[in-house]
């Protein structure tokens, strides 16, 4: 009985060790590059806009940077590429008969604070790619390019599963 109990919060100290290290590691790096999507306004039409640009962009952006090697080379990928997200932009507004324009920049852009699942992501100039629909007055999406933190869903080939060890110390034994 005493093992058991030994055990248990043995395991019980773990996880929630794990947990802390997992919930740091939610931290962007600060050599990451940020990508940022700013529609128009938070009208339905504009909001549905950017999702749609930001599908688009995800992808192009996605082929791009599947193959690099660290971050300058991540930097080199996106730099060259910009004409092909040009495109994609360009040719999913066309496609909307959206006529408000848009501008695309790759540099140190301004994020706003955000808080998200928890985490409080501070505002600042970051390394990034913004695309601005119109005015860019909307709520934007934003995500974390490089190292590729939400390029992982523009990939539907792949299916991905995290498991933690502990987890499954506690379903095999309880």
């Given at each position: 009985?005493?093992?058991?109990?030994?055990?248990?919060?043995?395991?019980?100290?773990?996880y929630?060790g794990?947990?802390?290290?997992?919930?740091?590691?939610d931290?962007?790096?600060?050599?990451?590059?940020?990508?940022?999507?700013?529609?128009?306004?938070?009208?339905?039409?504009?909001q549905?806009?950017?999702?749609?640009?930001?599908?688009?962009?995800?992808?192009?952006?996605?082929?791009?940077?599947?193959?690099?090697?660290?971050?300058?080379?991540?930097?080199?990928h996106l730099?060259?590429?910009?004409?092909?997200?040009?495109?994609?932009?360009?040719?999913?507004?066309?496609?909307?008969?959206?006529?408000?324009?848009?501008?695309?920049?790759?540099?140190?852009?301004y994020?706003?604070?955000k808080?998200y699942?928890?985490?409080?992501?501070?505002?600042?100039?970051?390394?990034?790619?913004?695309?601005?629909?119109?005015?860019?007055k909307?709520?934007?999406?934003w995500?974390?390019?490089?190292?590729?933190l939400c390029?992982?869903?523009?990939?539907?080939?792949?299916?991905?599963?995290?498991?933690?060890?502990?987890?499954?110390?506690?379903?095999?034994?309880?």
């Amino acid at each position: 009985m005493k093992k058991t109990i030994l055990l248990l919060t043995a395991i019980f100290m773990t996880y929630i060790g794990i947990g802390r290290f997992i919930e740091k590691a939610d931290m962007i790096p600060s050599d990451a590059i940020r990508m940022r999507i700013v529609p128009n306004s938070n009208t339905e039409y504009d909001q549905s806009i950017k999702m749609k640009v930001k599908s688009e962009v995800e992808k192009e952006v996605f082929a791009v940077l599947k193959d690099t090697k660290g971050l300058d080379d991540a930097r080199n990928h996106l730099k060259n590429n910009l004409p092909v997200i040009d495109s994609a932009v360009s040719n999913v507004l066309n496609k909307e008969n959206y006529t408000l324009g848009y501008q695309i920049h790759y540099g140190m852009n301004y994020f706003p604070e955000k808080e998200y699942k928890g985490v409080t992501y501070k505002a600042g100039d970051y390394e990034s790619l913004v695309v601005t629909l119109g005015e860019g007055k909307g709520d934007n999406w934003w995500c974390v390019l490089f190292p590729p933190l939400c390029m992982i869903e523009a990939d539907e080939s792949d299916e991905v599963e995290y498991k933690l060890f502990v987890e499954e110390l506690i379903d095999k034994y309880l």
